[in-house]
C-alpha cells in the first residue's frame, strides 16, 4: 500500500477540478486580453471566477488578485506595502512564520525596515500584550500565519486586527494553510491583505491570489500589460484560474465534513500510540478548533526523525519532518525550535498530514507500520 501523507506540502489536483481546467488548455485557449471572440470568452470565464471567488470569500471582486502562488502573494504584499510607503519603516512578524515571510523580510530588512519579531508559546500562539506593545505609529505592517504549517495552530486572527485597527498599521495574513480547512470570511476577519495558494486544497501549483482590502495601498511588483486591474502585468492562467475556482468552491462546501473526519483519524491515531505507549510530544495545539485538521506534528524520544521519515517510505508511507521548502536542511526547523520541544525529543520530530482524501484504512496502515517501526527497527 502506498499511503500519503504530507497534504500540508502539497495536495493532488482532484478529478473534478481537473475536468473544469481541461477545456482551457485545448479547445478554449484564447489570450483574455485579445479583442476577439476567443479572447473575449475567456475574459469572461476570469472575470466570472473572480466573482465567485469573492463571494466565497466574502469580499468584493475588485479585491482579488490572481498571482502565481502564495510565495509570490506574500512577496507581494510586503514588499508592495514597503516601496509605496514613505513614512514608516518597522514590520511586525511571528518567529514562526513561513520562510516566504522571513525572506521577504530580510530582504526589505537590507533595505532599511526593521523587523520586529513577536515570540509564540509552546503551542504555536502569539501574545496579544506582546503585540500590543510592537506596534507603534511607525509600524508599516504586521504579517501574521494564520495556520502554522508545521504545527497547525491557527491564531485569533479578528483579536490581531482589532490590535491593528487601533495602532492604524496594516494587517497581512499569510492563510495559505487555512483556505478549505477551516472557515475564511474576509468582512469577518477584518485584514488589510491576505494570501492564498491554490494547491494546498486540491488545486493546481502556480496560481494563487492576494487580497487587497478596497483602500490598501501597495506598488506593483511586476510591470507590463494592464492585467488584474492594472497591479500585476502578465497574460492570465486561465485553466489555472478555473481550476483553483473549482478547488475553493469544492473544498468550502464540504469544509464541515473534512474537519470532523480528519479530527477523527486524528484522535486515532493519538489514541492508538497511547495504547502503545510510545513516548510522543504533539507539538502545537490539542486537537479541535484551534489547530489545523489533519496536522499531526509529531516528536518521539530519542529517534532519529531522518531516520524514521526513511523507514517509513521504505514502506510506501509518505511523510515529511517540516516544511517541504526547507527540506534540505537536517536541522530542527525554525518552528520547532521557537516552541522549545525538548531536546530529547526535538530531533525526531515528523509531520504527518492526513487529506481529503485519505480513508481510515490508510490511516491504520500508517499506524501499525509507525509503531512496528519504533518499537523494533529504531
Given at each position: 500500500?502506498k499511503v500519503?501523507?504530507?497534504?500540508a506540502s502539497t495536495?493532488?489536483?482532484s478529478k473534478?477540478?481537473l475536468e473544469?481546467?481541461?477545456?482551457?488548455?485545448?479547445?478554449e485557449?484564447?489570450n483574455p486580453?485579445?479583442l476577439?471572440e476567443?479572447g473575449?470568452?475567456?475574459?469572461?470565464?476570469v472575470?466570472?471566477?473572480?466573482i465567485k471567488?469573492?463571494e466565497?470569500?466574502?469580499?468584493?471582486?475588485?479585491?482579488?488578485?490572481?498571482?502565481?502562488?502564495g510565495?509570490?502573494?506574500?512577496?507581494?504584499a510586503l514588499?508592495?506595502?514597503?516601496?509605496?510607503?514613505?513614512t514608516k519603516?518597522?514590520?511586525?512578524?511571528?518567529?514562526v512564520?513561513?520562510?516566504?515571510t522571513t525572506?521577504?523580510?530580510?530582504?526589505?530588512?537590507?533595505?532599511g525596515f526593521t523587523?520586529n519579531?513577536?515570540?509564540?508559546d509552546?503551542?504555536?500562539?502569539?501574545?496579544?500584550?506582546e503585540?500590543?506593545?510592537?506596534?507603534?505609529e511607525?509600524?508599516?505592517v504586521?504579517s501574521i500565519?494564520m495556520?502554522?504549517?508545521e504545527i497547525g495552530?491557527?491564531?485569533?486572527?479578528?483579536?490581531?486586527?482589532?490590535?491593528?485597527d487601533?495602532?492604524?498599521?496594516?494587517?497581512?495574513?499569510?492563510a495559505?494553510?487555512?483556505?478549505?480547512h477551516?472557515?475564511l470570511?474576509?468582512?469577518?476577519?477584518n485584514?488589510?491583505?491576505l494570501?492564498?495558494?491554490g494547491?494546498?486544497?486540491?488545486g493546481?501549483k502556480?496560481?494563487g491570489?492576494?487580497?487587497?482590502?478596497?483602500?490598501?495601498?501597495i506598488?506593483s511588483l511586476i510591470?507590463g500589460g494592464q492585467q488584474?486591474l492594472?497591479k500585476?502585468?502578465?497574460?492570465e492562467?486561465?485553466?489555472y484560474i478555473?481550476?483553483?475556482?473549482?478547488a475553493l468552491?469544492?473544498?468550502?462546501a464540504?469544509?464541515?465534513?473534512?474537519?470532523?473526519?480528519?479530527?477523527d483519524?486524528s484522535?486515532l491515531?493519538?489514541k492508538?500510540?497511547?495504547?502503545e505507549n510510545?513516548k510522543?510530544?504533539?507539538?502545537?495545539p490539542?486537537?479541535?478548533?484551534?489547530r489545523?485538521p489533519?496536522?499531526?506534528?509529531?516528536?518521539?524520544?530519542d529517534?532519529?526523525?531522518l531516520?524514521?521519515t526513511?523507514?517509513?517510505?521504505?514502506?510506501g508511507?509518505?511523510?515529511?519532518?517540516?516544511?517541504a521548502?526547507?527540506s534540505?536542511?537536517i536541522e530542527?526547523?525554525h518552528?520547532?525550535s521557537?516552541?522549545?520541544?525538548?531536546?530529547?525529543?526535538?530531533n525526531a520530530?515528523?509531520?504527518?498530514?492526513?487529506?481529503n482524501?485519505?480513508?481510515?484504512?490508510?490511516?491504520n496502515?500508517?499506524?501499525d507500520?509507525?509503531?512496528?517501526i519504533?518499537?523494533n527497527?529504531?
Amino acid at each position: 500500500m502506498k499511503v500519503y501523507l504530507d497534504n500540508a506540502s502539497t495536495t493532488n489536483v482532484s478529478k473534478d477540478v481537473l475536468e473544469a481546467m481541461l477545456p482551457y488548455f485545448k479547445e478554449e485557449f484564447g489570450n483574455p486580453s485579445s479583442l476577439h471572440e476567443k479572447g473575449i470568452k475567456n475574459r469572461k470565464i476570469v472575470n466570472k471566477s473572480r466573482i465567485k471567488i469573492a463571494e466565497l470569500l466574502n469580499c468584493k471582486k475588485s479585491e482579488i488578485y490572481f498571482t502565481s502562488c502564495g510565495t509570490e502573494s506574500i512577496n507581494w504584499a510586503l514588499k508592495g506595502l514597503a516601496f509605496n510607503n514613505k513614512t514608516k519603516y518597522e514590520i511586525v512578524i511571528t518567529n514562526v512564520e513561513h520562510h516566504a515571510t522571513t525572506h521577504t523580510c530580510s530582504f526589505l530588512e537590507g533595505m532599511g525596515f526593521t523587523i520586529n519579531y513577536l515570540h509564540v508559546d509552546s503551542n504555536g500562539f502569539i501574545d496579544i500584550n506582546e503585540l500590543r506593545n510592537l506596534v507603534n505609529e511607525n509600524t508599516l505592517v504586521v504579517s501574521i500565519i494564520m495556520a502554522n504549517n508545521e504545527i497547525g495552530t491557527i491564531q485569533n486572527i479578528k483579536e490581531i486586527s482589532e490590535v491593528c485597527d487601533q495602532a492604524r498599521t496594516y494587517l497581512h495574513v499569510d492563510a495559505v494553510q487555512v483556505v478549505c480547512h477551516t472557515k475564511l470570511d474576509l468582512q469577518e476577519l477584518n485584514v488589510d491583505l491576505l494570501s492564498i495558494s491554490g494547491h494546498k486544497f486540491h488545486g493546481p501549483k502556480g496560481i494563487g491570489l492576494l487580497y487587497i482590502k478596497e483602500g490598501t495601498h501597495i506598488e506593483s511588483l511586476i510591470h507590463g500589460g494592464q492585467q488584474e486591474l492594472k497591479k500585476r502585468a502578465g497574460t492570465e492562467n486561465v485553466p489555472y484560474i478555473v481550476g483553483f475556482t473549482k478547488a475553493l468552491e469544492l473544498g468550502i462546501a464540504n469544509l464541515g465534513q473534512y474537519t470532523k473526519r480528519l479530527n477523527d483519524y486524528s484522535n486515532l491515531f493519538l489514541k492508538r500510540l497511547d495504547n502503545e505507549n510510545i513516548k510522543y510530544i504533539l507539538n502545537g495545539p490539542n486537537i479541535g478548533e484551534e489547530r489545523l485538521p489533519g496536522n499531526l506534528n509529531l516528536s518521539f524520544k530519542d529517534k532519529d526523525g531522518l531516520l524514521l521519515t526513511y523507514l517509513l517510505d521504505k514502506r510506501g508511507i509518505y511523510v515529511s519532518t517540516g516544511s517541504a521548502c526547507d527540506s534540505e536542511s537536517i536541522e530542527p526547523s525554525h518552528v520547532i525550535s521557537a516552541i522549545e520541544v525538548p531536546r530529547d525529543y526535538i530531533n525526531a520530530t515528523v509531520r504527518f498530514s492526513i487529506g481529503n482524501e485519505t480513508t481510515s484504512e490508510e490511516v491504520n496502515y500508517v499506524i501499525d507500520n509507525l509503531i512496528d517501526i519504533l518499537k523494533n527497527e529504531m
